[in-house]
Structures are given as C-alpha cells and as structure tokens.
C-alpha cells in the first residue's frame, strides 16, 4: 500500500474536488477556514449573488430561467439565515461556499451556473466593502447623535466657568461649553473623515473575477448600480486585492477612538471627589464589591481604552497587507476578524459615550471654584497692564509674575490681594483694576472668534444644532 491510501479520506472539496486526490489535514481546516467570523458577511454575500445573477441573465449569459431560480434559492437561504436554521460548515470554508453549497442542495444544477464570470476573489472583495459601507452609515449617525448630546449640554452650559488647563495645570477660565464645543468640531472631523472614506470605498469591485477579469461579456457597470456602488473599480488586479477601504476606515475609526478616549479620560478626572465637577449619571457608573463607598466611571474607563483594539486593527492589518505582491493572497482573509471587531466597539463606545453626555450633571460651583484658584486671571491682569497702562507685554508679563507671588505668599486669590500691595509691584496701577479679576470678566472678555466667551459659545452651539439637523436630513 503506498502512503496515499494510507490518508483517512474525507469527502473531497466539492468545489475544486476533480484535480485533488487528497482529503485536507485537519489543521488545515483550523488555519484555512473562515466560516466561523465570515459569516456575518451572509446577507452581503446574497445581495451580492442575486445582482451578479441579473446582469448575467440580462446579458444573455445564463438562461433567465435559471437566474429567477437562483434568485428565488437565495432568497430561500437568506430566510434559513435569518430564522437561525442555516447549518454552517467548515468543511466548506467560507461564508462563500457555504452558501453556494446550500443554493445547489436547494435548486439543483442551475446553482452551478452563479458563479460564471466571477471568482470569491472579486466577491469577498465586493461583501467586505458592502459590509463596511453599513458600518460607516452607522457611524455617521452614532456621531451626529453624539454631537447633538455634546452641543445640547453646551448651550446649557455656556455660563458655567471652569478652569481651562495646559499641561493639566490650571490655565485661564473657560466655559464648560465651549470645552464641550471642542469636541464637537472633533466628532465633526470623525464625521468628515468617515464620510471621505465612504466615497472612496464606493467603487465596485465585482467582475474583476480572479485577477483579470473575464471573457464573458459581463455589464460591470449594472452590477455597480445594483450594489448602489457609484461606479465600477477601473483594473481587475486592483479591485481583487486592494484593502485600503478598510484600512482608512480603521485609520479613521482610530483617530475618532482617540477622540472618545481623550473625552473619556475627561470624565474619568472630572468625577473623582478630587475635582467633583461631575456627576456620572448610575446608569452610566458602577459600584465595587468591597468597598460599599465607590462609584466608578467604568463605561468611561473602556470607551478609554477601546483605542487599544480599534487602532490595534489598523496596524493588524497594515502589517498583512505590506509586502503583497498583486493580485489576492489567503493572507487577506486575515483582514476580517480584527476589523469586525474593531467596528463592533467602534460603535458600542460612540454609544456608551453619547448616554454618558446626555446624562452627566456638571456640578458649576466646584468648577466656578476651581476656576479661581491657580491664578487663572493672571493672563487678564497682564493684558490690563498692557491696556490701560500701556505697558510692553513682557514687562506686563514681569509685573504680574510679581504680583502672582505676593498672592502666593499670603496665600490669597489676585482679586482678594490689596491694590496697595499691587502698586509695590507697579504704582500705576488703579483699583479699575479689580474688574478683569473675577473668572466671569475673564470668560466674558474672551469675545475672539473661536474664544470662550458665553455670547460666542451661545452663538456656535446655536449654529451646531441648526447644522446637525440639516446633516440628520442626510443621514
Ligand atoms: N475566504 C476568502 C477570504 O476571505 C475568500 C477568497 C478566497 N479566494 C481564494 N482564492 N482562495 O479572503
């Protein structure tokens, strides 16, 4: 008996049986199929197939009898799919051949006749970035919903003072709505971003078939058009092996997560009893087994940190992609898995983050407090030595570091500190003074464009919101 006889045989693969004699190992089952991730790609797979049949049953290429079949057996199986009855296997690999299995177990030989002038390689493609294209869709209104939550508590907030940091040291007095306004213009960007994505994702790469497209004169373009893909892709080698769509969607989702973890950090400081200048709603907070005092902020905590795997998938699959030399390579199956995930919490933090805003109560004394400690209006009383007395700033700079000292000395706030001992520092100095001290005089002369004043946070929170319903229409 030679070796050969010696392999436990399995069925041979249905698909490519004729040219193998032997069974696969079963670690080659373990490492090759994907079935077990990339059936969420059902529904894309069976859009796909059921536009692919049309265009060759309106091309003359299969029998418009055989076309209504196979459209009526995907159907079928899209029902067997959604009730839960569809039995997957891995012998079958992938979501693919699954399905294709199944529509010939359903309707006979016409099944056979679907993937004329076309390849898996041009149909994973073609699933993956319909798939993607849901989930940007997605993300476009988890972000509106969240600048909307951001914008609501802004306007409400435009008064309410604040320390403004650098180096988390306290800086000048902001408002609370223009802090959350930053954030707005951030998700806004996300916004943008995923939007640019999304148009350059939105080519088709189906009949692009293994690499170099096909003999059969198929109508790429009536395929695009029922995908809703703007057009189709241009080169057949391209349109097989390119990721970027994925890539850039993780390249964006990865900045937005550092937006949401930068937020989130935010939360995180705000509500310990140290700064107490929030509230995490209970909805949003839980509490510790041991120690019955505790209210920990873990929905922020993970938005955090679901940067680590959203940008983890990114340079997952930047490192399978590099070195690929054209056209498809199995290593591109490896592109699904981390992306599936990273989309999933993608969108699972913009959610938790959104409830976290809608509900937060900020607690305005604790910051209006805050706001004054640290010698925040130090800047103001520069800029009035400059003002009213016509001093150079870095002399005013001079000066005011002085006076800042002497407060510091006694241990008092800049606007509780004596004109007297002010004019020690400079003699010119009048008690007029006094009214660019106070947090509120500070925010409110802040009236740049893009400052913290509340007329201007008023103003932009009010042209947000006219913006966001506008962009709601659209989504
Ligand atoms: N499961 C495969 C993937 O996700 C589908 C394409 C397989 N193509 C091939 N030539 N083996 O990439």
Known sequence: MTGAHLVTKKSANKMWGGRFSASPADVMEEINASIDFDKVLSPQDIRGSKAHAAMLAQQGIITKSDAREITKGLDKVAEEIAAGKFKYSRALEDVHMNIENRLRELIGPAAGRLHTARSRNDQVATDFRLYVRDKIDGFAGALLALQQALVEKAEAHADTVMPGFTHLQPAQPVTFGHH??????????????????????????????????????????????????????????????????ILETLATASICAMHLSRLAEELVIWSTPQFGFIVLSDRFSTGSSIMPQKRNPDAAELTRAKIG??????????????????????????????????LAHMHTALAAMTGMISDLEPVPETMRAAAGRGYSTATDLADWLVRELKLPFRDA????????????DQGLELEKLPLAEMQKAEPKITKAVFTVLSVENSVKSRKSFGGTAPQNVRKMARAWLKRLEKDLEKV
């Open 309 to 342: 795997r959203i940008a983890g998938a990114f340079q997952s699959l930047l490192m399978v992609m590099k070195g690929l030399p054209l056209a498809y390579s199995k290593d591109m199956q490896e592109d699904k898995e981390v992306a599936f995930d990273a």
């Open 180 to 245: 959350l306004l930053a954030y707005v213009e951030m998700f806004g960007r996300d916004r943008s971003r995923f939007g640019d994505a999304r148009a350059r994702l939105n080519e088709s790469p189906l009949g692009s078939a293994a690499l170099a497209g096909t003999s059969f004169p198929i109508d790429r373009k009536q395929t695009a058009v029922a995908l809703d893909f703007d057009r189709p892709m241009a080169n057949s080698l391209d349109g097989v092996s390119d990721r970027d769509f």
């Open 397 to 408: 700079h001079h000066v005011t570091g002085q006076i800042v000292k002497m407060a510091e």
